[in-house]
C-alpha cells in the first residue's frame, strides 16, 4: 500500500490513488507529498505549485511588419 505524508503539514493518507499525480498534492496546503511504499520512499509527488518552470526567452525586440507599395499579383483580388 502507498503512503504519502505532506512535508509541510504533515497530512497523511494511503492508497493505491497515490500513483496518479491528481492525487498527489496535498488538499490542505498544496505541497507534493512524500510517497512511501513500506517504509521506503519512492518519489515526492507533483505539486502545481513546485512543478519545473518553462521560460521561453523572447528576443529583445521583434521586427514590425512592413506594407508592401504595390503588392503583386498574387496579393491582388481575382475577379470572376
Not at 499525480?21 to 502545481?48: D, F, H, M, W
Request: glycine share 12%; net charge positive.
Amino acid at each position: 500500500m502507498l503512503d504519502g505524508k505532506c512535508p509541510k503539514c504533515a497530512y497523511h493518507c494511503s492508497g493505491w490513488a497515490l500513483q496518479f499525480p491528481q492525487n498527489q498534492t496535498c488538499p490542505r496546503c498544496g505541497a507534493g507529498l512524500v510517497i512511501t511504499e513500506g517504509g521506503r520512499k519512492i518519489s515526492i509527488g507533483y505539486s502545481p505549485f513546485t512543478a519545473e518552470k518553462y521560460v521561453i526567452d523572447a528576443p529583445a525586440k521583434a521586427p514590425t511588419p512592413t506594407k508592401k507599395k504595390g503588392g503583386s499579383e498574387q496579393d491582388k483580388p481575382h475577379r470572376s
